[in-house]
C-alpha cells in the first residue's frame, strides 16, 4: 500500500509539474501577444559633447511602455518602429574616466585625449587656445605629460586652472 502511494504522489507531482510549465508558456505568449518589435535608439551625451549609442531591440505594446521603461531619457524621434531617446549626463563619460588626458595639441588648442597626448592620442575634445608664452614652465610641463582625468571634479578645475591662459572669451 505505501508502494502504491509513492507512485500516486509521483504521479500527481509529475502532472502538477506539467499544469506549471503550461502555464508559464501560455503567459509567455500572452504577454507577448500585441506586443511589436522596437529598435529602441539611447544616446547618452556626456560633459564636452561626447556621445554613446545604444541600440536595443525590445518588444512594448506601445510607445508609452518604451517610454516608460526608459525614465532618464527624452524622445527625440519617432520614425515607424524606431525611437531616438536622449539622455544628458551631467558627468565624464566613462571613455574619458578611463583613459582622458589634457594636454596641447602642436598649435597649443588645450584638448582632451584618450590616451596621454605625448602620442598624439585619439582628441577626444578641443576647448581653446593657450597662450604658451604666459604659462608657467611647470603647468607647460604637466599639459606636455598629460593631465589624468578620472571624474568630473577634476575636469572642470582643469578647465578652470587654463583659461586664465585662453583669450578672453574664447573658452568653452
Known sequence: MFKQRQKYIFLFSFFILGVLVHASQVYALEKDA???????????????????????????????????????????????????LQ????????????????????????????????????????FFQIDTGKLEVKRHMQLEKGIRVENRVRYLNVLETFKAYGPPGEEK
Open 87 to 126: 539622455q544628458n549626463i551631467n558627468d565624464i563619460s566613462p571613455l574619458v574616466k578611463s583613459n582622458g588626458y589634457f594636454g596641447l595639441t602642436g598649435e597649443g588648442v588645450l584638448t582632451l585625449f584618450d590616451g596621454k597626448p605625448i602620442r598624439q592620442g585619439k582628441i577626444i575634445q578641443s
Open 34 to 84: 500585441g506586443a511589436e518589435t522596437w529598435n529602441a535608439v539611447l544616446v547618452r551625451t556626456y560633459m564636452g559633447g561626447e556621445e554613446s549609442t545604444e541600440i536595443m531591440k525590445e518588444k512594448f505594446r506601445s510607445k508609452r511602455e518604451l517610454l516608460a521603461a526608459y525614465p532618464d531619457f527624452v524622445l527625440v524621434e519617432v520614425k515607424g518602429n524606431r525611437m531616438v
